[in-house]
């Protein structure tokens, strides 16, 4: 009855989600958007962070429409199908603080968990560390929530606080429409635009927004999560989500062959780098952050989509976490780690584990 | 008289913990979960079909009771 209902939710449903991700991805970095970066939460949030002047590293600045679209297709499609459900008041603060911890640790590998897998399928080796680091975080998630670990309950609570992060995503297109790109200049009104580096590419404008909008609906139904893929499968030996996540894999991978996008090696791959201990040190942190958020980012952009406060605060969190990251010098880049970036590897998983240990009260 | 976990207001994947745990303690009878998300009832059913489990849904208002039998 359930999955007459809802056909996403069905085994097939999330392999059709995994398979679709993994053929626009690629084609987004044909269309424009950078290598093995087709869609990467973590990096789009941070060039976002960039467009609006949170951080000012140049090459790294541009409203992403993709995100747009995730939040903005998942609010419709939640409405469509009448589960936009306005919830808020579990542990805010405390996913402020995992989001922006998140966003640092994927900054230290170079992507989230989408990206991890997209760099995989583009023949980026570095990968396999950030996926390990990223299984490993996820890990010890699984286990801080079977010994009890929560964030409390959420309250039900007023539509327009389900709607806040919704207007924003819609603010930030309004703002896009009024300071589009301008070629060569380096801001448009309020905007910042990237005129070199991974800023600077982009699918088309329209492309991107489309695109966002389907996976949108397509997770949205689906509950497509990265995290959730992994922590499932460590806690209950469920691969419901995992097969979507690994058909994202192959799909991204066969679509790169086609398309002459893969190079495999672990030198001078793009937007990686090679130090290996950090690529998955950095996505420990970021797996065990999401883990015990709930979500990996894209399904916090979901969530935030359909009503969810408490994840629309973990996107805000990864916001300004990515402004620290690149004002503090914790971002890496292709020559390595930043100066900063493997003590705030150490700050941020010593949080976790405070918060993990410390959150611990049985829900009544 | 059933066993009635309120998961309402949990955020993924504490209503299936606390489903899965009230399975381990009652091999058999019924379980009443209270979710207020599609996805938690959807987690739910899904987790406890595969223990064996058969699932009624039903929705009250905005949120739902699952109805967890097994003889």
């Known amino acids: 009855m359930t999955s007459f209902k809802n056909f996403f939710a069905t085994r097939w449903g999330i392999i059709a989600v995994g398979a679709i991700i993994g053929i626009f991805a690629p084609f987004l970095q044909k269309w424009g958007n950078p290598a093995n970066m087709g869609i990467c939460v973590a990096c789009f949030d941070r060039d976002i962070a960039g467009a609006l002047g949170l951080h000012r590293a140049a090459v790294v600045q541009y409203m992403r429409p993709e995100i747009i679209g995730f939040v903005l297709g998942s609010l419709i499609t939640a409405y469509a199908f009448k589960e936009f459900r306005a919830r808020a008041g579990s542990g805010p603060i405390v996913r402020f603080v995992l989001g922006a911890f998140a966003m640092i640790g994927a900054l230290v590998f170079l992507g989230c968990p989408w990206r991890a897998v997209l760099r995989l399928a583009g023949g980026d080796w570095n990968a396999i560390f950030g996926l390990l680091g990223l299984i490993g975080g996820v890990w010890v998630g699984a286990l801080f929530l079977k010994g009890g670990y929560n964030l409390g309950r959420s309250q039900k609570t007023h539509t327009s606080v389900g709607w806040l992060l919704p207007l924003i995503m819609l603010g930030f297109l309004v703002l896009m429409l009024i300071f589009p790109k301008i070629q060569g200049q380096e801001k448009s009104g309020v905007l910042f635009y990237s005129v070199k580096g991974p800023g600077s590419m982009h699918a088309p404008f329209f492309v991107s927004l489309v695109i966002g909008l389907l996976i949108g609906f397509l997770a949205q139904r689906s509950r497509f999560c990265t995290m959730g893929a992994i922590r499932d499968f460590v806690l209950f030996k469920q691969t419901h989500l995992l097969s979507g996540f690994i058909t994202l894999v192959v799909v991204a991978f066969i679509v790169n062959l086609i398309l002459g996008q893969f190079n495999p090696g672990f030198a001078k791959q793009p937007v990686a780098h090679t130090m290996s201990l950090w690529n998955f040190g950095g996505m420990v942190l970021a797996g065990l952050a999401f883990a015990l958020a709930g979500g990996c980012p894209g399904r916090q952009l979901f969530l935030a989509g359909e009503g969810d406060g408490d994840a629309a605060v973990f996107v805000m969190g990864m916001i300004v976490g990515a402004g620290f990251a690149h004002n503090f010098g914790l971002a890496s880049s292709p020559d390595g780690v930043g100066p900063y970036g493997i003590a705030s590897v150490i700050i941020g998983l010593l949080t976790c584990l405070f918060i993990g240990f410390t959150m611990r009260k049985e829900v009544a | ?71």
């Open chain 2, 1 to 71: 008289m059933s066993k009635i976990v309120d998961a309402r207001g949990l955020s993924c994947p504490q209503p299936v913990l606390l489903a899965l745990s009230e399975i381990k303690k009652f091999n058999k009878g019924e379980i009443v979960i209270l979710v207020d998300t599609d996805t938690s009832k959807e987690n739910v059913s899904r987790a406890a079909a595969t223990q064996g489990w058969n699932v009624e849904v039903e929705r009250v208002e905005e949120e739902y009771r699952l109805v967890l039998r097994k003889d």
